[in-house]
């Protein structure tokens, strides 16, 4: 019989982790987001180190294996690894995020003070475990509890405190939840961390008034354009005049717009193969005088090394070279090692070099792009120090990787993240979808529907400024986490030294 319960409980764990991800797109109730995190909260307050641990692991299982399960797609349908094999790799790395994630609970221990180690350690920590994931191994910042307000009235703090802190609030909210229905607080205590908790909404709402950055005169005409290219038929060179051939018709009537921007990897070649093409492209836009953006490999002959890079023709030229790179998907680790023993680790343009940390910035119209090439575009410390002298976010992507799945509207929430923190609009060209403009409060002013070939004009207004987020990045919020777990083991400390 206990062993049933045992069961039972250990499952709960589970369902509470897996319901997290529907406060996150395409679902949007966040709400399920704090209620799973207060469940968690409630069932650790008086526990020991290692129940804590195993409880929080069995948590953060559920919630990977329900949130990015999507994985399986890329393995294997692209990476031709046997289903039964894709799955058990899909699951081990839902493990290995687990474990990350929960690692900084290794300081539940030191603050199990009832009252403070809920209120203030549990978002410090969990906090603490998001921005070690985010990092740790090249990092997976996926999933963040944070994102489930990039469109409520928290979402105001953004500007100030980046994903970071909207997860802090979130998980402060949630230890005053539970922390009142477990009876914990006092009655005085209980009513000031409510009025808290909901005070930050209001706050929130105050901040969305505050305009961060401020609006040029310029009025930039953009074209992005969506070609909806198969992932298998991609590289393939027998395609490869046809894709060429999508690209220049779907492209054809946007000319006269200031910028027209085509997708990561949208020529399937390296450049210095298809120099004619390229040459076409320079030709047109100088002609035109406006600015083509888009995402093609590279090989730079002095370094011998290949990139996944975004080139501009025309009147700015330039290129990025994408310095955040993909496990397996872009590079290898191990190097020639493990090439060869299973097709995910030959994938076509799995050979890519980091590009440098510090690059000119590509232009339209006179006003400079912080560029982020697909996965880039989730690391907000990454984007916020591109953004403070660039007046326009760019991102290019191809998620044909991940099919109709949920990465999809994950990664479009995540950009619109990095619009609102840093208070500036965002172009987002896309192979598959979702291609979109997005506002400088994170707001999508128009989208493609995924899977269609498709072209999306729109007006962009570039703003000069920058966000305190910009500026600072996430290290405030990370500190703070760091000083309030300091300060509770310290209190929890000197308590066990008086009774002592």
């Not at 399937?268 to 083509?292: D, V």
């Not at 949920?406 to 990095?418: E, T």
């Not at 703003?463 to 996430?474: A, L, M």
Request: net charge positive; charged share 10%; aromatic share 12%.
């Amino acid at each position: 019989m206990i062993r049933v319960r045992k069961l039972r409980f250990y499952a709960s764990l589970l369902i509470a982790g897996m319901i997290f991800p529907l406060g996150l797109a395409p679902f949007n109730f966040w709400p399920f987001v704090i209620l799973s995190l207060s469940f968690l909260c409630l069932v650790i307050t008086d526990e020991p180190a290692p129940q804590v641990m195993f409880r929080v692991f069995l948590f953060n299982v559920g919630l990977f294996l329900s949130g990015v399960s999507w994985l399986f797609i890329s393995i294997h349908y692209h990476g031709y690894v046997p289903v039964p094999f894709a799955v058990l790799a899909t699951i081990a790395f839902c493990i290995l995020l687990a474990a990350l994630s929960t690692a900084p609970f290794l300081l539940w221990h030191a603050i199990r003070r009832k009252q403070l180690a809920s209120l203030l350690g549990f978002p410090s920590i969990w906090v603490l475990g998001e921005w070690f994931r985010s990092w740790f191994a090249t990092g997976f910042p996926w999933l963040f509890a944070g994102y489930s307000h990039q469109s409520t009235w928290l979402g105001g703090w953004a500007p100030l405190g980046g994903v970071f802190w909207l997860s802090f609030i979130t998980c402060f909210i949630a230890s005053v939840i539970s922390q009142i229905y477990k009876g914990c607080l006092t009655r005085y205590i209980a009513l000031l961390c409510a009025c808290m908790a909901v005070s930050s909404f209001f706050i929130g709402l105050l901040l969305l008034q505050i305009d961060w950055t401020n609006e040029t005169k310029s009025n930039l005409q953009v074209a992005l354009i969506q070609p909806n290219i198969s992932q298998n038929q991609k590289w393939s060179p027998e395609n490869r005049q046809r894709i060429l051939s999508i690209l220049e018709r779907l492209t054809m009537n946007h000319w006269d717009k200031d910028a027209i921007i085509w997708p990561e990897a949208a020529i399937p070649a390296i450049r210095q193969n298809i120099n004619g093409f390229i040459n076409k492209l320079e030709n047109m836009s100088l002609l035109s005088g406006n600015t083509l953006i888009t995402g093609i490999p590279t090989f730079d002959s002095a370094n011998r090394s290949y990139h996944n890079s975004v080139i501009s023709l025309g009147s700015n030229s330039g290129q990025y070279d994408k310095t955040k790179l993909v496990p397996f998907g872009e590079y290898v680790p191990g190097g020639n090692s493990l090439r060869g023993i299973i097709k995910l680790f030959n994938l076509p343009m799995s050979n890519f070099s980091p590009g440098l940390s510090d690059q000119k910035p590509l232009e339209i119209g006179g006003h400079s792009l912080a560029t982020a090439i697909c996965y880039e575009v989730v690391y907000p410390d990454l984007v916020a120090k591109k953004s403070r002298n660039a007046s326009m976010l760019l991102t290019v992507s191809n998620d044909a990787w991940f099919g109709d799945s949920l990465a999809l509207p994950q990664h479009l929430q995540m950009a619109q993240m990095r619009a609102l923190e840093n208070s500036k609009p965002m172009l987002r060209a896309t192979n598959n979808g979702l291609t979109a403009f997005i506002d400088h409060r994170g707001s999508l002013t128009s989208a493609l529907l995924p899977f269609k070939e498709g072209e999306l004009t729109g007006n962009i207004k570039p703003r000069i400024g920058q966000t305190p987020f910009s500026i600072w990045g996430s290290w405030p919020c990370i500190i703070l986490c760091i000083i309030l777990v300091y300060v509770v083991a310290q209190l929890n400390t000197s308590r066990n030294g008086i009774r002592g």
